[in-house]
């Protein structure tokens, strides 16, 4: 899924975050989010990964071209398991957004899903909040996954 921001720049985004725990280099999360900034993002990958089974990261940061393909890269590299995983990867000096998600997770979040999640997000990054728009397409991202079917009644 790939979707064209359109927002201007952030100069201090385009760094690489250790919010999404895929530390690429040289950008320190302390100089791009503040520590409150910070607190939020991992709050909303946290609950998003407890109410689905999913486990969710994110990366933000600069992405090699082709984005896609340096996304699944990333996907790849994100745990022991990434068929449950779904990576959301936004570039803001890119103005891109890629989510991927494992084999196991595309069932529960089907392309459709992911779309309406990167719409919400862009909307919200045209109005300078990266860290709001992440936090509500992870929400969205984790109401239309569900609960793991082990905690269904």
């Known amino acids: 899924m790939t979707?064209?921001?359109?927002?201007?720049?952030?100069?201090?985004?385009t760094q690489t975050t250790a919010a999404a725990r895929t530390d690429e280099g040289g950008g320190s999360a302390d100089k791009i989010f503040s520590y409150k900034e910070l607190a939020r993002l991992d709050e909303a990958l946290t609950m998003s990964s407890r109410e689905t089974g999913l486990r969710f990261t994110l990366y933000v940061g600069e992405l090699r071209s082709p984005t896609?393909?340096?996304?699944?890269?990333?996907?790849?590299?994100s745990g022991d398991h990434p068929t449950d995983a779904v990576l959301i990867a936004i570039s803001p000096g890119q103005r891109v957004v890629e989510v991927v998600t494992g084999a196991a997770a595309a069932?529960?979040?089907?392309?459709?899903?992911?779309?309406?999640?990167?719409?919400?997000?862009?909307?919200s990054f045209a109005n300078g909040d990266l860290v709001g728009g992440t936090v509500n397409g992870l929400r969205q991202l984790s109401d239309q996954a569900g609960h793991p079917a082990s905690l269904r009644h």
Request: aromatic share 0%; net charge neutral.
């Open 3 to 13: 979707r064209a921001l359109e927002v201007d720049s952030h100069d201090t985004a």
């Open 68 to 77: 896609r393909l340096h996304a699944e890269e990333l996907h790849a590299r």
């Open 107 to 123: 069932r529960r979040l089907p392309d459709r899903a992911c779309a309406l999640a990167v719409l919400s997000m862009t909307s």
